[in-house]
């Protein structure tokens, strides 16, 4: 197993820490606020690994079928994981959840549909900003601090991440159009 696939690896490996560190409050062992600093760390540790595994795979011509696949897969673990914990601390509103992840499960369903007819689209331009706004936000959003600079920075990225989910799905089902994927 190459570096690059080890350090997805270990992003996977992070998301049960990153859901301990958050629900470790609940079980008395510190403080919410202590709770929240500790998984953005986590959030954001893992989110330099999505960027360090994929610079240098592509540095040193590392790609492999298993980054292919485990890579996204990790970061919609780790982003569904956080997501779903900011709905269960208040932090954002279900529909927030719905539209993001919502998008996550209809561009997978449109790459199996594409993978079976031998059809390859890459991840675009869009799917990328929707994916730095993210792990900028999650941890902003985490760390709570309100009336901060931060906090509204956080509210403001919420809405940019969902309007990048929005974009960049409709870039994705139009280039899986123009790939000739049709909807049958």
């Known amino acids: 197993m190459n570096l690059p696939n080890k350090l997805t690896v270990g992003r996977v490996c992070m998301i049960p820490l990153f859901v301990l560190a958050i629900h470790g409050y609940s079980f008395g062992w510190y403080e919410l606020e202590t709770a929240r600093i500790i998984a ?18 592509r540095k040193q011509g590392l790609i492999t079928d298993f980054g292919k696949f485990m890579d996204p897969l990790a970061d919609k673990i780790l982003v569904m994981a956080a997501m779903v914990y900011m709905l269960w601390l208040g932090d954002i509103s279900p529909w927030v959840l719905v539209v993001i992840e ?5 561009i997978a369903g449109l790459r199996m549909l594409a993978a079976g007819k031998g059809i390859v689209i890459p991840a675009g331009v869009w799917g990328k900003f929707k994916t730095i706004s993210q ?16 906090f ?5 990225l919420i809405y940019v991440c ?14 899986y159009r123009k790939a000739g994927g049709v909807w049958k």
Request: proline fraction near 2%.
């Open 102 to 106: 919502g998008r996550e499960f209809v």
């Open 162 to 175: 969902v309007a990048l989910s929005v974009i960049s799905a409709v870039s994705y089902i139009i280039n």
């Open 40 to 57: 953005a760390v986590i959030f954001v540790l893992a989110s330099f690994t999505d960027f360090l595994d994929g610079y240098i795979a």
């Open 135 to 150: 792990m900028i936000m999650i941890p902003l959003v985490l760390v709570n601090l309100d009336g901060d600079v931060f």
């Open 152 to 156: 509204w920075a956080g509210q403001v």
